[in-house]
C-alpha cells in the first residue's frame, strides 16, 4: 500500500507551477554576496598571502554560486523591477568575484611555492 505523499504548501516541484521571486529570494542573495564580501576582506586581515586566507578567497568565489543560481532559476518570471536588482546583484557579484581572484592571484604563488 503506497499513499501519495503531498508537498506541503509552498513547496516547488516539476509538475508545479513555476517559481517565481520572493522576498526569501532577494534575502538569500543579499546574505549570500555579503557574506562572499566579508571573506574577501578579512582574508587580508589573516594574514594576506597564506594558506588561511587562500582559501577564505576560494571560498568567497564558492559563495557567489548561490546568488548567481537564485538569479538564474527566477529571471525568466521576474518583473521588470526585480530584474533591475538582479542585474546590480549580479554586478555587486562580478566585483567581489573580482576583488577575490585578485587575491588569488596575490596568495596562491606563495602557497604554491
Excluded at 587562500?54 to 554560486?65: E, F, H, R, T, V
Amino acid at each position: 500500500m503506497s499513499e501519495r505523499v503531498t508537498p506541503p504548501a509552498g513547496a516547488w516541484g516539476a509538475s508545479d507551477q513555476s517559481l517565481t521571486p520572493r522576498a526569501g529570494h532577494g534575502i538569500v542573495i543579499v546574505v549570500s554576496i555579503a557574506l562572499a564580501a566579508a571573506l574577501v576582506a578579512s582574508s587580508q586581515a589573516a594574514g594576506g598571502a597564506g594558506l588561511i586566507p587562500l582559501l577564505m578567497l576560494l571560498l568567497s568565489c564558492a559563495a557567489l554560486i548561490v546568488p548567481v543560481a537564485v538569479m538564474a532559476m527566477t529571471w525568466a518570471h521576474a518583473g521588470p523591477r526585480v530584474r533591475g536588482l538582479f542585474a546590480a546583484a549580479g554586478l555587486a557579484c562580478l566585483v567581489v568575484l573580482g576583488f577575490a581572484v585578485a587575491g588569488i592571484v596575490v596568495a596562491a604563488p606563495t602557497v604554491l611555492s
